[in-house]
């Protein structure tokens, strides 16, 4: 699982636009820890990669 920054770094996103694509619906919402920190699998990570090839 990948925190928000880790998920940002891998894919050379910064963490206000991930935030921003979870607003708008483009990410779906993470599961979170019991601190309500954003953890990320590895399909987040594929969607993302497509998102920032896309643009």
Not at 32 to 37: A, K, L, N, S
Not at 41 to 51: K, M, P, S, Y
Request: proline content about 4%; charged content about 30%.
């Amino acid at each position: 699982m990948l925190s928000i920054g880790s998920l940002g770094k891998r894919t050379g996103t910064k963490v206000q636009t991930i935030r921003y694509y979870e607003q708008i619906g483009l990410m779906p919402e993470p599961g979170r820890t019991e601190g309500g920190q954003r953890r990320y699998e590895d399909v987040e990570l594929d969607r993302l990669a497509f998102i920032r090839h896309s643009r």
